[in-house]
């Protein structure tokens, strides 16, 4: 990197995926100088470092991605309903080259620290390679699942085989072929993996400990005709998702599961399940993110089809999730992942009773039973929302770090956008912000924190930071909204990233807020026409 120490920049921004890019050009429009800062070798984010082989988007293609951009729309063509992870990252390369973006994105710059001068009202970004850089904003679009987590279990470093871990998967990719592969973890990332690399391995054992209602998204290619349409509808599509709590576009259900009778049930769990993917969670009636009773109706049809598609009786309901239902955890998308547990060299190991006791110098011990291996795959997810944040230090006002405000206060910030003590820094998708197809708050985000900042430089405003009463206020809203749903159904509470549950020693809080991307979009529009009455600005 060849970092010019002495310059200091309006804006700088961490991170050069989806969140990075959008925000660059929309700070560019207002004329900050702005760069953006990756510590990878190349732009993507998210999309550049999760190579593992199945990586895919979960949301459709009409509505992952960017709608500012005319020319981006009109010369970019999706191939796949679900587009996989090397064509989204081609996606953002031609969003980069399109727009200009890459002479203000500096790789290879690993941030390490970031300490807020009051005096100055500027703020120091040091790098790894001992450079620093001053500016008076700086953004955050580091993600929210960046900071990778290993399971606790001891002996995790003796293992003498190879080991990967989903979320730094080598870019040369790894040969598995006909060997004996271990995999610890069934989220959205290891569901996506076991059918993906099922053909290849010689005796694929699957360790699960907790299962997921999967739903498969039948995948296909986009026709031109499809992609014609959408050129055409652009804004409709993308107005539908900014208009739906999960920022998908698709129809809101209009009825409560409970009160349809069991056939027309039947007939519309069916059809949404035809349908594939987030419409049979989205689209089939209005509750079954809210109401326990409508929930376990959708997870029992689930249970039937993993009945239907898995032979083996005791590994289909093996596979069925008991102790929560559905949308209790973040909803999976399949891509023929009940189907690869007919595979014969394909295991399902149950460690719900039986833990994982030990990893060994040569695989992994459950109970008295081990299993030797010669790879072993963690897919075990991420210290979410505020991992990136409290991984590095970013010192505010007082030399209090992000990580001990959090620490000390619990999670705060005003509408994950800012935190109290820390001026003129922002979140994009910071904790509290909404639980959806994140493309949607991204770039609304940019475009609230273009109008802003723009609003701040022309009123002589040099301080933007949130109020105490803000975060309090947007503390309960959070953790209100989140106890509506299902994800804390009393008794029935899934384990889930969402609530800060798989990282040991992290407070159950609610990471995200579950109260509709729509809502929280009218919340950030109040502020703003509030003239940004829930910031100290001065
Ligand atoms: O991680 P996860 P992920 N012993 O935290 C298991 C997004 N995403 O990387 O459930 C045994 O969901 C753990 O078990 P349990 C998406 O938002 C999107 O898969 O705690 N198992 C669980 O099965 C997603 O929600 C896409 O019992 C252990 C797994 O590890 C988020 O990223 C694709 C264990 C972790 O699952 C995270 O998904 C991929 C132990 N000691 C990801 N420790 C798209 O499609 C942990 N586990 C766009």
Excluded at 144 to 173: C, M, N
Excluded at 482 to 500: C, I, P, Q
Aim: with cysteine.
């Amino acid at each position: 990197m060849t970092t010019d120490t002495t310059r200091d920049y309006d804006a700088i921004v961490i991170g050069a995926g989806f969140s990075g890019l959008a925000i660059l050009h929309h700070l560019r429009e207002i004329g900050l100088n702005t760069l953006v800062v990756d510590g990878e070798d190349g732009l993507g984010g998210t999309w550049w470092v999760n190579r593992y082989p199945g990586v895919r988007t979960d949301s459709e293609y009409s509505y992952y991605s960017f709608s500012f951009s005319k020319e981006v729309r009109e010369e970019w063509t999706w191939t796949q309903r679900y587009p996989a992870g090397d064509e989204v990252l081609a996606y953002l390369n031609f969003v980069a080259d399109r727009l200009d973006l890459r002479r203000d994105i500096r790789l290879n710059a690993r941030v390490d620290s970031a300490v807020y001068d009051e005096d100055a009202n500027r703020w120091t970004v040091n790098f790894a390679d001992g450079s620093s850089l001053t500016t008076k904003y700086l953004i955050s679009g580091m993600g929210v699942l960046s900071q990778a987590i290993y399971p606790d279990v001891p002996g995790i470093d003796t293992f003498q085989g190879e080991k990967y871990h989903t979320a730094h998967w080598p870019r040369s990719g790894v040969d598995l072929t006909g060997k004996r592969v271990g995999l610890i973890g069934l989220g959205a990332s290891g569901i996506q993996l076991v059918p993906t690399i099922a053909p290849e391995v010689g005796e694929f054992f699957v360790f699960q400990r907790t299962p997921n209602f999967v739903v498969e998204t039948n995948n296909d290619k986009v026709s031109d005709e499809e992609m014609a349409w959408l050129r055409e509808n652009y804004d409709a599509v993308y107005e539908k998702a900014a208009n739906h709590p999960f920022g998908v576009a698709m129809e809101p259900a209009e009825h409560s599961a409970l009160e349809v009778s069991p056939e027309e049930r039947q007939r519309i769990f069916e059809s949404k399940w035809n349908e594939g993917g987030f419409h049979f969670a989205n689209e089939c009636f209005t509750d079954l993110a809210t109401n326990h009773e409508a929930s376990e109706l959708a997870s029992e049809f689930i249970r039937s089809k993993i009945r239907e598609i898995v032979k083996d009786p005791a590994t289909a309901e093996l596979l069925s999730p008991r102790t929560y239902s559905f949308n209790g955890k973040r909803v999976p998308t399949g891509h023929g992942y009940y189907n690869t547990f007919n595979l014969e060299h394909v295991h399902l190991i149950d460690t719900s009773e039986d833990a994982i006791e030990e990893i060994t110098p040569t695989g992994i011990r459950v109970g008295d039973t081990e299993y030797e291996l010669d790879v072993i795959i963690f897919a075990t997810g991420f210290d979410a929302m505020t991992g990136t944040l409290t991984n590095i230090d970013i010192t505010g006002r007082g030399g209090i770090t992000l990580r001990d405000k959090w620490n000390e206060e619990g999670l705060r910030s005003n509408l994950g956008i800012n935190a109290h003590g820390f001026p003129n820094f922002f979140m994009s998708l910071g904790p509290q912000t909404p639980y959806s197809n994140l493309i949607v708050p991204i770039q609304l985000g940019a475009q609230w924190l273009q109008r802003a900042l723009k609003w701040a430089e022309e009123n002589g405003v040099e301080r933007f930071e949130a109020t105490p009463e803000s975060e309090e206020w947007w503390r309960q809203e959070t953790e209100r909204t989140g106890r509506m749903t299902v994800m804390y159904t009393e008794g029935k509470k899934a384990k889930a990233w969402f609530l800060g549950e798989n990282v040991p020693g992290k407070p159950e809080e609610f990471q995200v807020y579950m109260g509709g991307g729509q809502v929280y979009q009218q919340h950030c529009r109040d502020v703003e026409e509030s003239g940004y009455a829930s910031f100290l600005a001065s």
